[in-house]
């Protein structure tokens, strides 16, 4: 059962104590809130401001376990914060074999102190789970995308969501999907029980008729290094390496984007950061 005064309560304490600095984002001027704003979660948790509105003041609906995992990132909680969090809300955390979208506060921190790379974290099922403001730069605007299609899999073969999106070295994009259906396959292999992996997986199945081909192929093989291209306006073309680092104990990838130094690319990338970043 949920205790939503509780609930109300712990969400505005928590949210009370995380800097603007903290999560990536400006302090801007007139700043009367402690803490961040009720607008400034809901961005980052990809919720409607009216929606953290009404939790805040314990007349909200009953969130989802996904709704939950974003909030818990949004307001960086502690593995023991998430828990509570969970059970103040009424709801069971992921079991052993569900996917995980709570993130840990020391990945944050790591993700937060690469100022200089683009660099993103995604979760199993290909959600993306929070990235630096450089890739904001790189890709365009993330926050602006519905919550549940911030995924790589909708990224690569759902409608179009106004980002700008890589292929591969050469300029295709055909080796970028068979990895991203292999990995999604793996991760099917791993989590035959989460519903929303099957959800994205079935729906993209029936809609999309060239993520159908390749899924039925079944590829399992995926690359962890890779070399990807973008055409971001006014920088040019950018080719980057991009390199994965694991969090294996919550089944989650750090990915990485960075070009040597005394490339082209390297001054492309100097560029997208005063270019990128003043706009994001």
């Given amino acids: ?8 309560a712990a969400l505005r304490q928590w949210r009370e104590r995380i800097s603007p600095a903290d999560v990536g984002l400006p302090a801007g001027p007139r700043r009367r809130t402690p803490g961040l704003r009720r607008e400034e979660v809901a961005q980052l948790a990809g919720v409607s401001v009216d929606y953290v509105i009404r ?8 969130p989802s376990d996904s709704v939950l995992g974003a909030l818990a990132r949004a307001l960086r909680l502690a593995p023991a914060e998430t828990s509570h969090l969970f059970d103040l809300a009424g709801v069971a955390p992921p079991a052993p074999d569900r996917v995980r979208d709570t993130v840990r506060p020391s990945v944050l ?17 290909e959600d993306l789970l929070a990235w630096n403001p450089l890739l904001a730069a790189l890709w365009g605007d993330i926050s602006a995308v519905p919550r549940e299609r911030r995924n790589m899999l909708w990224f690569q073969f759902g409608e179009d969501a106004g980002l700008r999106l890589a292929t591969d070295e050469d300029g295709d994009a055909g080796r970028l999907e068979l990895s991203a259906v292999a990995r999604a396959r793996v991760a099917m292999a791993r989590y ?3 519903r929303r992996l ?7 199945h029936r809609t999309h008729p060239r993520f159908a081909a390749l899924w039925d192929s079944r590829p399992v093989e995926h690359r962890r ?4 291209r973008y055409e971001v306006p006014g920088v040019g073309t950018l080719v980057l390496d991009c390199d994965v ?9 750090l990915v990485v984007y960075s070009a040597a130094p005394g490339t082209e690319d390297a001054e492309k990338l100097d560029l997208l950061r005063v270019v990128g970043l003043q706009t994001v």
């Avoid at 939790?55 to 009953?62: N, T, V």
């Avoid at 680092?245 to 990838?253: A, F, H, T």
């Fill in 1 to 8: 059962m949920s205790d939503t005064g509780d609930l109300a």
């Fill in 55 to 62: 939790l805040e003041q314990a007349r909200g609906p009953h």
């Fill in 109 to 125: 921190r790591l993700l937060d102190r690469m100022h200089d790379l683009p660099a993103m974290l995604v979760g199993p099922r």
């Fill in 192 to 194: 035959p029980h989460d």
């Fill in 198 to 204: 099957r959800g994205i997986v079935d729906e993209l």
């Fill in 225 to 228: 290094v890779d070399r990807k």
């Fill in 245 to 253: 680092l694991e969090v294996p104990q919550d089944d989650q990838r």
